[in-house]
């Protein structure tokens, strides 16, 4: 079998090292008061179901509801390893880029259109799930607001504005005056911005979807770490406490997967951090302007991304990713990074000098050759589907469970069709080469002045 777990045949319980040992400084984490809610219990024992879900990011809520919808009387269950939410889903940046899963390169403009409707999707189930459901999850569509810090960037973004064009959205490229209107920066020297888009709280909207998932009767264990799952025509699925076996295995575990053993060395890891200040007083802000409260990001190879917070705090990530050695997984502390992020933020605002940084943390995505992701089915009887690779995900996770369910009932749409589905991901070259490569870009960045700005 092609998909073995690392784990097999070793008999022993073990876990994927170093998951959830850690505690992690998240903002959004305090703002739910993860610490103090009820925490479903895990797997214990032998059970049976119809669908087992590895994983309770988005991608496995989404896929869990979206399956109900088909299929009113399967026993679907989820195993998460620590909480709903508590991996990239209920770590990230808040933006909601509705334009992630678009097909730039498709000629026939009815594909082309077709791809718009498909990621336009996820934003629009999430906007579903607060107006019928009642999720609060802080949602603001403000639109992004992407900004230059040099020509190059500023040519950069205007390809982009006509990329945009041939999806017959719009854009526009704000400069001088126009740019100070929306945000003051003495490095940003020109804008583009982007009316398709929204800011929220990744980890309101993660534990909203589990209540919702659970009301429509699905079973979640959470703290239910898989530690080895042997396909077959009835998979059989071990966790450290239990197991259970299903003719249906849906993987959600994104980042994660290589340590279950599947798509190594397509799908890596890369580990990205974030701070968030404290709130900001009513001059700071007025120094900055920002009242439109758009999605904030640059153009450079490190970007930068940025959003307002509903409390009136600065959320800002990005700048350096990380590949740690060996594909592990982030602990979700790195300060070397985290100061960086910092450094990042009082050069574009150097007028908010002396603002208090609270909260500093990070996690884990995902990332392929070419940074596009992957949604299937794969393995010797097709009944193992999957969602992958995604660095851009709080929308398009959204979709991937729009797609597992649509690949699961056998449907031909915009859905099964789009050009992500089956994707063959490309090599991504042995470990060691990851590493090295990690390295080499540590050392520029710290050796050769790989300069913030530039
Ligand atoms: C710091 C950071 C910032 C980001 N910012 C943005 C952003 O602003 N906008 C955007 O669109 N995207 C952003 N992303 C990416 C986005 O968060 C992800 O693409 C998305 O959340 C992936 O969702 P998922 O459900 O596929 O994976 P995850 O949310 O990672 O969920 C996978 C789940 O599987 C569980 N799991 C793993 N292994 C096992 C196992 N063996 N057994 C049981 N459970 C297991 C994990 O605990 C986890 O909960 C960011 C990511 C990070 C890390």
Partial sequence: MKYFSRFHNRGHNLRPPDLYEYFVDN?????????????????????????VIVGGGFTGLSSAYHIRQRFPDKKIVILEGASCGYGASGRNGGFCVATSLLDWEQPDPEIRQQSLEVSYYGLNFIKKMIAE???DCDLEENGMLSVALNEK??????????????FELDSTILQGKELKQEIKSPLFVAGLTEPQGAILNPAKLARGMKQIVEQNNIEIFERSVVT???????????TELGEIRAPILVLAVNAYAHKLGFFQNRVFPVNVYQIATEPLSKAQWESIGWGNRQGLSDERIMYSYSIPTADGRILMGGREFSYYENDAISSGNDKTVTSRVKEN??????????????????????????KVPTAGVMGDHK????????????????TFGRIIADLLVGESNEFTNHFIVNRKLPYAGPRILRGMFGRGVKWMINNLGFSPIH
Wanted: overall charge negative; aromatic content about 14%.
């Fill in 27 to 51: 903002f959004w984490f305090k703002t739910i008061d993860l610490e103090n809610q009820k925490i479903n219990p895990p797997l214990r024992g032998s059970h049976t179901a119809d669908v």
């Fill in 133 to 135: 459901y009642g999720i």
């Fill in 153 to 166: 960037q500023t040519k950069d973004l205007e390809e982009y504005r006509d990329y945009l064009k041939l």
């Fill in 228 to 238: 080895r799952i042997t396909p077959g025509k009835d998979h059989h699925i071990d």
């Fill in 345 to 370: 933020l009082f050069l574009f605002f150097p007028q908010l000098e002396g603002l208090r940084i609270e909260h500093a943390w990070g996690g884990t995505n995902a990332f392929t050759i070419g």
């Fill in 383 to 398: 009944n193992i589907y999957y969602g992958f690779g995604i660095s851009e995900g709080v929308p398009s996770t959204q």
